[in-house]
């Protein structure tokens, strides 16, 4: 095979896994039109298309899927050797790609990463900052940070923080004019702060649990937010009773701008976990990530 075919094929894997000319040219470090004539190109040379495009959408055809299932364990083992023969160097190197939500890269990932990136100058990274649950193999991420419970059972899972709680919380000044609530049905009595996924939509059912008895409660209230920093100052500006995850809410709930209720109702659950693929090979780089993160979790 010639250089400049392996070149084309890379071409087209990124096409196809960007899903857009505009996003893989930026990828590759290439003009959109020199990108689009490497794959004419390439189809050209090989007599079949591979991409179904229009004005809106892009796609692989029947013939592109054949070729990437052919491509991407090849493309994947060169990249490994590659990243294997950095590995000989002194220090640890190469690329570590992460999903994770946005209070977990707060408050476990960048601790860790602060510390790996003064440490290893030869390791980058790539966090992506999502709310909803990604397919990490799909996406082709290293790693993804998720609480335990929500990990497929296929994946190793380390764990890499604290047992975590709900808290349902409001400002002294609403429960002093509405009540306290004593049991989650009491709720329906009250004002509360709805959140609203960003991805899927729907609002969030409260979750609460006691003696074995769980309950999913689907609040009312004047506001819906899909925005935890917007949650927690509409609480505590006394607009209703918000619930959250409790280390979000501890300064508050220490300086007393929010009181917690029905404390009783939220036992402990599995907390923050690093998971990836079984069948993955940990680099050194992505095995000091790891490291970090774990070390860290000791020292909570």
């Known amino acids: 095979m010639q250089r400049d075919q392996l070149t084309d094929l890379n071409a087209f894997l990124t096409v196809a896994d960007q899903g857009s000319f505009t996003r893989a040219a930026a ?3 290439t003009s959109q039109s020199s990108l689009s004539h490497t794959i004419t190109r390439l189809e050209a040379r090989l007599g079949v ?3 179904a495009r229009n004005t809106r959408s892009l796609a692989p055809t029947e013939a592109g899927e054949r070729l990437l299932a052919a491509l991407r364990p090849a493309l994947d083992q060169i990249a490994g050797g590659i990243v294997a023969l950095g590995e000989l160097r002194d220090k640890p190197s190469g690329n570590i790609r992460i999903t994770v939500s946005e209070d977990g890269a707060t408050r476990l990932l960048w601790p860790a990463l602060d510390r790996i990136l003064a440490e290893y100058p030869d390791i980058t990274v790539e966090v992506q900052v999502a709310s909803e649950f990604t397919d990490i193999v799909a996406d082709r991420f290293d790693a993804g940070i998720r609480l335990g419970e929500s990990i497929a059972k296929d994946m190793i899972a380390v764990p890499i923080g604290p047992e975590q709680r709900m808290a349902a919380v409001a400002s002294p000044g609403y429960f002093a004019a509405r009540g306290i609530p004593l049991t989650p049905a009491d709720l329906a009595d009250h ?3 709805n959140l609203r996924f960003m991805t899927q939509g729907g609002l969030y059912a409260w979750e609460f649990e006691k003696d074995g008895r769980e309950l999913n409660v689907r609040v009312d209230g004047r506001l819906t937010l899909n925005s935890v920093p917007l949650i927690l100052r509409a609480a505590c500006a006394g607009y209703g009773i918000a619930y959250l995850m409790e280390p979000i809410m501890q ?6 701008e929010l009181v917690r ?3 009783d109702w939220c036992p402990p659950f599995a907390g923050y976990h690093l998971y990836y693929p079984s069948r993955r090979q940990p680099s050194a780089a992505f095995s000091v990530l790891v490291n970090a993160l774990r070390e860290n979790a000791l020292r909570a």
């Open 251 to 256: 300064p508050y709930l220490a300086s007393g």
């Open 49 to 51: 298309r591979l991409l």
């Open 261 to 263: 209720v029905l404390e």
């Open 27 to 29: 990828k590759l470090g």
């Open 191 to 193: 004002d509360c702060i």
